[in-house]
């Protein structure tokens, strides 16, 4: 037990900072609708000298914070990110690791988070703040300062960050890494960087500091007078399109938002945070926007006089780079949490809660709906949709089979409690078009940073959250490669994942991106190399194997009928299965309505680069700043 002392009527308990960290961490809870949630769930880590006698020592007395052990810190961050993008940011695990690579190995995982707006507390171990032994093994020695370290890697991709060289520090750096984390405007990565010596030191903190806490996550109301406004130019606009963002989630707003679209027939286009939102059968959802969109959602973009976005940051994805939006009139009203979002695109700006909003906008509405003849194109882009999705899914290649089909494969095996996972490639395009989403929260694309690696390791922080539903994770063989360890952690855990695994032989995503700029693919293909080029026979990546030796259960299929039955076994396994399917490398689902600005050499010797630069220069004229 801690010693405690009573000073200047105040209860006082003697705690190391790593102590006191782990006490404080356990007692922090969320609020929102009257719902408490313990806002952290656990804490990750990897040991070596720069945290196993702190941290380390710490967590091994006090298991009141449940202590995870996974294979790659990078890999754990992901983790922790897809647990709170999971729980719609009302909880969050820790991370801890040691200095130098330990903690370098996070500020990936640190910079995904923030570029996502998702919370995670990272407490790198840093090296000694008494300094009289440096160098310590992994520090990064500078000549010109000694208040120099390679945690300083982190103040970019942090929300908040802080280096703790005195016990008492604590008392005000966790409140200020609390409020950040819970903040729906600032979140992101937190990171208290913890020298090892200071980590070990003991002070006296105030029982009062260690008792719980709740935060309530705000529903802010936005101006009264904008939002009157914003139901003027909503009656008035004869076209006006809705873009979902991931701030329609996270505020749990898909009710509010279905009864918005219902009450108004307003058509609601989702990007890939915010797909989900509204179920893909609603009257009123047209699918995914921008360069992954559809041709409905696309079509209505670009002539809308009035664009309502709500949540989303407008990433050249959505804004498919500034072309996406081409009516001469057109207009933007923007719900957002976050000033800097709110006003992007010279929009009025309904700085708030996107629940609380979309209800106030809703009364102050009332009576207003789009003209019949829109509410026609609506239903017509629907059902043309629908039939596209039908013909992708329905392709039956002869194997290697489509990636398109195998979406649609996945799809029917999945049910309305479970999750589907991916991050990178080219199947998170395939996916925004194609997967047809049940319930908020069930498709699960970390698009912010489309971070190599997420895949596997998201899926598990996706399990931990929702352990009763099953979780799908799609990743392609390029993704499985860089990241697949911690099926181990999964297997460890007993947080059974489903894997599907796209072989495709290598990247064809930019594959196909290096050819649509006039050149040939080079470093996309994983093949031997011959004469100097990688055109030699394909590698022999025997990933059946791979998952098999890392514990998991492992099957290969080949045709589309092969693949339902071993999703079907796989399921009813009750260890992480992984099914690996080889898929077509060219066979691909086209673009439909959009453009991506992806800058063409303004010069080559090649005439198809060439080729490609005049017609990237005429493309370029359609981008579009708002004032
Ligand atoms: C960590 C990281 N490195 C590089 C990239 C750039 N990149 C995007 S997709 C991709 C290839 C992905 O290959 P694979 O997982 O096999 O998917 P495929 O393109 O074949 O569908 C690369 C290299 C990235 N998104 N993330
Ligand atoms: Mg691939």
Known sequence: MPETCKENNSMKRRLTVAQAIVGYLQKQYSMRDGREYRFFAGIFGIFGHGNVAGMGQALEQDPGLKYYLCRNEQAMVHTAAAFAKASFRMRTLACTTSIGPGATNMVTGAALATVNRLPVLLLPGDIFARRSVAPVLQQLESASSQDVSVNDCFKPVSRYWDRIQRPEQLLTALPEAMRVLTSPAETGAVTLSLPQDVQTE????????????????????????????????????????????????????????????????????ETQAGKGALPYDHPQEVGAVGVTGTPGANILAREADLIIGIGTRYSDFTSASKTAFQNPDVRFININVADFDAYKHAALPLTGDALVTLEELRSAVAGHSVEENYHAKITRFRAEWEKEVERIYDIRKAPPISQGEVIGVVNAAVQTGDTMVCAAGSLPGDLHKLWRSKRPGGYHLEYGYSCMGYEIAGGLGVKMANPDGQVYVLVGDGSYLMMAQEIVTSLQEGYKLNIVLLDNHGFSSIGGLSRSCGNEGMGTNYRYRRDGKYDGDLLPVDFVSNAASLGAWATRARTRDELSSALAEGRQHPRTSVVVVETCYEERVPGYESWWDVAIAEVSEREPVRAARKKYEESLKKERLFF
């Open 202 to 269: 003991a002070f006296d903190f105030p029982e009062e500091f260690l008792e719980k806490r709740v935060w309530v996550i705000p529903r802010g109301r936005c101006d009264q007078v904008l939002l009157k406004q914003a139901a003027e130019w909503i009656r008035a606009a004869r076209n006006p399109l809705i873009i979902a963002g991931g701030g329609v989630l996270y505020s749990e707003a898909s009710a509010a938002l279905a009864k918005f679209a219902n009450a108004t027939g307003i058509p609601v286009c």
